[in-house]
């Protein structure tokens, strides 16, 4: 069973910036891609970012571009969000997933097969 493990979530201040961190138990379960979603308190979740475990292609939502990086370690079976600028509407539970499919976008939640526990990142104004 493969365990995402979401890390580096904190209260900042709004332009602050913040780095967080999902490690994988495994490599070999064959994902694809790693994304990053997020929940505000009231509101569904949102895809936030996503990256092919080659790197070879990255996704982001359009709230966060120029704001947020996405990027992976593959020698620790790791990806990271390297977020700045912060908002306080980029207040919420961030949780990191994993999806073993191959398409043409991983924004769509339903196609990711592990999920972290969640990472809570709050920004004050």
């Known amino acids: 069973q493969v365990q995402l493990v979401e890390s580096g979530g904190g209260l900042v201040q709004a332009g602050d910036s913040l780095r967080l961190s999902c490690a994988a138990s495994?490599?070999?379960?064959?994902?694809?891609?790693m994304g990053w979603f997020r929940q505000a308190p009231g509101k569904e979740r949102e895809f936030v970012a996503s990256?092919?475990?080659?790197?070879?292609?990255?996704e982001y939502t359009d709230s966060v571009k120029g704001r947020f990086t996405i990027s992976r370690d593959n020698a620790k079976n790791a990806v990271s969000l390297q977020m700045t600028k912060l908002k306080p509407e980029d207040t919420a539970v961030y949780y990191c997933?994993?999806?073993?499919?191959?398409?043409?976008?991983?924004?769509?939640?339903?196609?990711?097969?592990?999920w972290g526990q969640g990472t809570q990142v709050t920004v004050s104004s």
């Open positions: 997933a994993a999806s073993s499919s191959y398409l043409s976008t991983y924004s769509d939640a339903s196609r990711y097969n592990y």
């Open positions: 495994e490599r070999t379960f064959s994902a694809s891609a």
């Open positions: 990256s092919l475990w080659s790197g070879v292609a990255t």
